[in-house]
C-alpha cells in the first residue's frame, strides 16, 4: 500500500532534485516522498501514550508553552507491539538489519522520511508501550526534571539510558547517543574517555582566522587526521558540530535566546534540522572533502546556476544523524558540472554567497555557519520570539509539508582588511566599501523550520528565494535617531 499524497498539489511546484547526467556520473535520484501514512500512524501512537502518561503529557505541553517546539520532533524511538508489524511495513517502514538491540527487538526505520524509529518488542501486548526522547545531553535534561534515578550506561559512552515515568503500562525514557544508532549499552574501553576528552578539546581550540584561508583548511585537516586517530569518523563528526554550534551560538543572539529556552527543559539542540555552511568556490571541494572524512555521504546537489548564481550540495553523516546544507556561487556555464569535486576557477563576479564569504570568512573557519535550521511549530516560534524582540523574515517556504522562515539576520562587523581585498579586485564598489566598513553586513540567521509528512528534502526555487534576500548589498543598517 503506497503512502497518499494529501499535499501532492502542494508538492508539484518543488523542483526535482533527481539526480542527472553529470560528466558520465550517474547521480542518485533524491526524489524525497511525503510518508503522511507513516507519520500519522506513529502521532496516533504518540496521542494514545500522552494520554496514559501524565508526566509525558505535561512536559510536551512545557515544550510547546516555553520552547514552541514538537514533542514528536523530540522522539528518538517508539516501542511497538508485533501487532503493529504489518502496518509499519504497509506505510513504507522497513527493518534496520544493522542496529543491535539488548532482546532480540527488530527495529523499524522508514529509509526515505525524517521519523522516529520503532522498536517491535515481542514481549509486549498492548501499544503503545514505550516512548524514548533524544535530548541533547541526558545530565542536561535529569537536573531539569527533578529525576532522582542514575542513567543507565557510563558518561560518555556510546548509549545511555533513564526511565522517566511508567504508567499505566506505558514507559518514557530518555536516552542519549555518541555516534551509535543501536540499542545497547556498553562500557568505555580503556582509554576511550581520555580520547574523547581530548578530541573535543581539540575541536574546541581550533584556530579559525587566518590570513591565507588555505593555511586554515591545511590545520583544519591536520586536526581532523588527530581526531579520526583518537575516536574515529562518527564520533569525530559529533564533536565537531557540536563545537561548531556552539560557535555559531556565540555569534547569533537569536540562538542564544532559543538555546536558553531550550536549556530550561534541558533540551539543548536535539532539534537540530541541518547546518548551513557558505564556502568559497576556491574552496569548496576542501570542505566537501573534509566533510567525506566525517563520514559523510553525498546526498541532492542543487543547480540553480542559470537561474539565482548559486549551488548546493547536501551531505548526511547517518550514524550521526547531521545533515549539512553547503552552498556556493556558481555561474550559468558551471550548470552541468559536478561542483563537489572539481574545483570551481575564480569568478569575475561575487554572488551572494561569495560575498557574503568575502566579508566574513569561509564557514568552516572565521565565520562559522551562516544558519541553524532547528525543527519547531513554525507559527508558535514565530510568534514566541516576537515576544522576545526578535523578529522573523516573510517565509521561504510555506507547504503544509515543508515550512522555513529565518529570523531577522545578526549583522557582524566587517574586517577592514577583508574589504580592502574586494575593493582592490574590483569585486566591490567604493560605495559598498564604505557601507560594509561602517554598516557591517548581516552574518547569521537562527532558521525556523517545520516539516511534516516525514519530508526529508529541500526546496531549491524557496531557497534560492532567500539567498537573493539576504544578499549583503541589498541590506541597509537603519540607525536610531542620535538625540539632539
Not at 506513529?42 to 505541553?61: D, V, W
Not at 525543527?375 to 517565509?395: V, W, Y
Not at 529541500?458 to 537573493?468: E, G, L, T
Request: charged content about 25%; glycine content about 8%.
Amino acid at each position: 500500500m503506497s503512502p497518499t499524497n494529501q499535499y501532492e498539489s502542494e508538492l508539484a511546484p518543488l523542483p526535482s532534485s533527481t539526480g542527472v547526467e553529470v560528466a558520465g556520473e550517474n547521480v542518485p535520484k533524491f526524489d524525497w516522498p511525503l510518508a503522511n501514512e507513516a507519520e500519522a500512524f506513529l502521532r496516533r501512537r504518540m496521542e494514545s501514550f500522552l494520554e496514559q502518561n501524565g508526566f509525558a503529557q505535561r512536559l510536551a505541553k512545557r515544550m510547546r508553552d516555553e520552547t514552541a517546539t514538537d514533542f514528536f520532533e523530540w522522539i528518538d524511538h517508539l516501542t511497538l507491539s508485533p501487532a503493529d508489524e504489518s502496518t509499519l511495513r504497509e506505510t513504507g517502514f522497513a527493518v534496520d538489519a544493522g542496529a543491535e538491540t539488548p532482546h532480540e527487538e527488530v527495529v523499524y526505520e522508514h529509509p526515505r522520511a525524517t521519523l522516529p524509529r520503532v522498536l517491535v518488542d515481542g514481549r509486549q501486548k498492548a501499544n503503545p508501550a514505550g516512548i524514548a526522547l533524544l535530548p541533547e545531553l541526558l545530565a542536561d535534561f535529569i537536573a531539569r526534571h527533578n529525576i532522582s534515578d542514575e542513567p543507565q550506561g557510563e558518561p560518555f559512552s556510546r548509549y545511555r539510558r533513564i526511565t522517566l515515568a511508567e504508567e499505566n503500562g506505558t514507559k518514557l525514557e530518555a536516552v542519549e547517543r555518541r555516534a551509535y544508532r543501536g540499542f545497547v549499552i556498553a562500557p568505555l574501553r580503556a582509554g576511550e574517555l581520555e580520547a574523547i576528552i581530548k578530541a573535543g578539546e581539540l575541536w574546541s581550540t581550533r584556530r579559525r582566522l587566518f590570513e591565507d584561508d588555505a593555511e586554515g583548511f591545511a590545520l583544519a585537516n591536520q586536526v581532523l587526521e588527530r581526531v579520526l586517530g583518537l575516536v574515529g569518523s562518527d564520533m569525530a563528526c559529533q564533536l565537531f558540530f557540536a563545537e561548531e554550534r556552539e560557535y555559531w551560538e556565540s555569534r547569533n543572539g537569536a540562538g542564544r535566546v532559543q538555546r536558553l529556552r531550550q536549556d530550561q527543559l534541558g533540551l539543548g539542540w536535539g532539534n537540530h534540522d541541518h547546518h548551513t555552511f557558505r564556502c568559497s568556490r576556491q574552496h569548496f571541494v576542501d570542505v566537501i572533502s573534509f566533510l567525506q572524512k566525517l563520514g559523510f555521504q553525498k546526498r541532492e546537489r542543487y543547480y540553480a546556476g542559470a537561474e539565482a548564481g548559486w549551488g548546493a550540495q547536501i551531505c548526511e553523516q547517518p550514524v550521526a544523524g547531521i545533515v549539512v546544507f553547503a552552498d556556493v556561487d556558481l555561474m550559468p556555464e558551471e550548470t552541468n558540472i559536478d561542483f563537489s569535486s572539481i574545483r570551481l576557477s575564480p569568478a569575475p563576479r561575487l554572488g551572494t554567497v561569495g560575498l557574503w564569504v568575502g566579508l566574513h570568512g569561509e564557514s568552516l573557519l572565521e565565520a562559522g555557519m551562516h544558519h541553524l535550521e532547528a525543527r519547531f511549530d513554525f507559527a508558535l516560534f514565530r510568534d514566541q520570539l516576537k515576544h522576545r524582540g526578535i523578529n522573523t523574515m516573510k517565509p521561504f517556504s510555506d507547504f503544509n509539508f515543508l515550512r522555513q522562515a529565518f529570523t531577522e539576520g545578526e549583522r557582524w562587523p566587517v574586517r577592514v582588511e577583508r574589504a580592502e581585498r574586494l575593493l582592490a579586485a574590483g569585486l566591490i564598489t567604493a560605495a559598498q566599501f564604505e557601507q560594509f566598513t561602517s554598516e557591517g553586513a548581516i552574518g547569521s540567521h537562527l532558521e525556523n523550520l517545520q516539516r511534516h509528512g516525514g519530508f526529508k528534502g529541500f526546496n531549491q526555487k524557496s531557497v534560492s528565494a532567500v539567498i537573493a534576500a539576504t544578499d549583503p548589498r541589498k541590506q541597509r543598517f537603519e540607525r536610531e535617531p542620535v538625540a539632539a
